[in-house]
């Protein structure tokens, strides 16, 4: 898909998801809140996926794992270390091979010792040791295993969220906005242990809608906008407004402090009201009638995109 | 640092207790003001309608101080209030006894009914409420849900008489009616007879009790199931299984047991009926003939007790509540 | 890449319910309809009912008598309609009554401030303390027992647990930010009560109003069951069932399998038809 010959850990081809939902109970609607969305990590690289929120990006996150809500259809290829997955195989590999860094604190049962969360309810010693090594890396007192999720702080709960993830030996993981609530420093630590992660040859999908963020510490960075990604590009191709692709993804650049505070009217649409076409294509000043037709994916330098226009 | 915890632990369960209390004063207030507007004269049942015609006035007017008809209804209340803390709830017109002599003998009757059903339709109403939430949609879900539902609206005092036609007209394995068999002095009853007596009304119970239970259970489960921290739980690539044990049984478990104390009142409300229809003399049947024949004092007891033993419910799934809830046993929310 | 790549599903919706509107409607039609013809009917039949016929007692159930016919040679099927129809006005009377009582103190313990609302939480609680059919049972002695007796007891017993979920209702939408803001502009209490929070709080009342119905039936039916009320002359379904009882022994089933299998009926139609109300409303319940 890139130009890059590292292999690839992940690859994500056509993924669509969709709710059923009744129309103020009457009328059964099909709302595809993701579609034809591709995104890759590949060996010792960081990709950070940025996007508005409700742009879908927490649902790319829970169909790779396989825990979409019952009420949605999902289909698309998922391809890891050159593996086809389907959901059994999905169901063996999450959890080993690839972890979650959940979005929200309340990914904690309320009713559990978190010391014991993190350690999947296992108690023997080693794990006891690893489980506690990880809490002090991240900064937790000694006794936070023994407390109640209700007795930590925002902060705390995220280091616990991140500490689990790196309780196995996995392959790649996905942390879905794991950064707030956290302070400077923390925010900090955290991304160097990923940095140190994906260095070691394995692979991180780092969800979040903080573009400066992700600029500092990933390799790659993949744009959605309304449920699929508008653009994949290198962190390089942020250093100038020329080296991007697509409409929505120079939009945000100039949005960029370092890059004139150019704020952006409007919002992405709201599934119901989705446009023909490419879904940016209102909010675009080189729209032209052929965008109301099906956008296909180039690859322009090395990156893809999703534009008619674009070069 | 726990001395402070365990303080605000203390402080929440002193909390329950006195506000049970004082329900349980509102409720004694309650009864006691319906039944002094009833219509129905206790010098007249106490006496029947011969003895009424063959009163004379100073005998009446005996009578109406016996039962307090001329002091002013507060001053009555409280004369009966005092009385009853002290142990003397007066005596029942229908029985000739003293109040408590009545109820504490019904009680105990009663009191094995309700616990055997209690606990029956508790425990078998939390598995196949945690089934059903589990395999929501399948077959084992729908036929769970469809006895629910159709439990849930049969009339109690119907399904006892359909076990009665079938179980004791037809199959002859259960006696018909009384607890005890007539003609049997109360030593001689064996346990084997009790317990005989004992099946059918408790089987009726428990199988309305199992609805409501399975019903709640089921909802719960549900909601469980689709908590971000069971979602997660999957992530981390716990079994189906564990995530059961882990998560949701420990998360059901709090609102289950609340539901488990609060039908406490739904299986006392259903014994009163079931004992009528097998004539089994406990009290809720006691609380009927009180009704009926105008026995007062007996009613004004019945009330206060079950009304104290739905609060005792209520006050034991509390603290059970704050010993299991680490939000509360830790001190963090209720204040 | 190409849009048209095959894909493979991932996961397949495991929700496919059948349309809730249909669903609900089929209930709630079903329900009414019935209601109507058992009214009809039991109006119709008030004469067949205490029609005595010595030549055709105790008969088992037939073609020409359905239910059967009773120790007097009276017609099942014909008082089953009677005493259900009688069972359903006091049923729909109390239940509406109720409704009422637990709109108007679940609206003031929302709305009328942290006094009232304690005060009327804490009358729910009392109520609730004691256990339902003995509370029937004392109200309906307060009144001396008569019919007038049943019909308020079950009308004036049924309204706590509607009560609190009125009053969590409006309170949540006083949280809701357009019913906040609609105050901020300046809006008067009563056009906002009126535009924002009756439409919302409406279809949860109506949902109470309907599932007390068959609560109230049952509690009717059990009241007078017990002897409570309702003289012979006038026999609701609980009557019947009541006098059913001596004749069990007998072997005499269908004098009460059929009254209690209608009243099961009547009972079950509307629980459903609530429920499924419900769903509609909140379609994120786990009801279904
Ligand atoms: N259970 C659901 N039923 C219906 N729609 C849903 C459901 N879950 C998510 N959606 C819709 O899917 C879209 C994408 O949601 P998602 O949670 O992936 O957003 P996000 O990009 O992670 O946003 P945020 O940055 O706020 O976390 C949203 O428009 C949301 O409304
Ligand atoms: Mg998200």
Redesign the interface.
Known sequence: ?TCLDHKHILQI??L?VS??Q?ER??R?IDLKVIH?L?VSVHEGELVAVVGASGSGKSLLA??I??????????????IFDGE?L??AR??Q????EI??V?Q?V???????KVGLQVR??RNDKHIRRKQEELFSLYDLPEDTGGL?P??LSGGMTRRVLLS?AMMGNPRLIIADEPTPGLHLEAAQNAMSHFRQFADQGQGVLLITHDIDLALKVADRIAVFYAGTTVEEALVTDFQSIDTLRHPYTKALWRALPQNGFHPFPGNQPYVKDMPKGCPFGPRCHQFTPECEE?I??HIIRCGTVRCIHAE | MNTRLYSKFYKYVGQSFVKAILLLLAVSILSFTLVSLSPVDPIRSYVGEVGMANLNETNLAKLEAHFGLDTPPVERYWNWLTDFIQGDMGTSLIYRQPVADVISVKFMNSFLLMITAWTCSGIIGFILGTIAGLYRGRWIDKLIKGYSLLLASTPTFWLALIFLMVFSVELKIFPIGLSVPIGVAAAEVTVLDSLRHLILPALTLSAVGVANIALHTREKMIDVMEEDYVLFARARGESQLSIVKQHALRNIALPAMTLQFASLSEIFGGSILVEQVFSYPGLGQAAVSAGLDGDIPLLLGIAVISAALVFTGNLIANILYGVIDPRIRRGSVHG | MDDTLVTSPLQISKRKRLNQRSKTIIYLVLGLTFLLLIAVAGTLLSHAAITTNFMQKNLLPSLQYPFGTDWLGRDMLARTLRGLSISIVIGLFASFISAMIAAILGTAAATLGKTVDEVITWLVDLVMGIPHLLLLILISFALGKGTFGVIVAVAISHWPALTRVIRAEILQLKETNYVKIAGKMGRGKLEIAVKHMVPHVFPQFLVGLILLFPHAILHEAALTFLGFGLPPEQPGIGIILSESMRYLSLGMWWLAVFPGLALLITVLLFDLAGGSLRKLIDPYSAQD
């Not at chain 1, 794992?65 to 998922?78: M, R």
């Not at chain 1, 590999?93 to 080993?96: E, F, I, Q, T, V």
């Not at chain 1, 309340?106 to 559990?112: F, G, M, N, T």
């Open positions: 898909m081809d056509n669509s709710f059923t009744y109970g009457l059964q034809n591709n829970h169909s794992l396989g825990i979409l809500p019952p009420n949605c259809n999902a289909s698309g290829n998922i086809l389907d959901a999905i169901r590999l999450r959890g080993k972890v979650l959940p929200s309340s990914y904690l049962d309320p009713l559990q999947k309810g109640y209700f007795e689990e099906d296909p994916e």
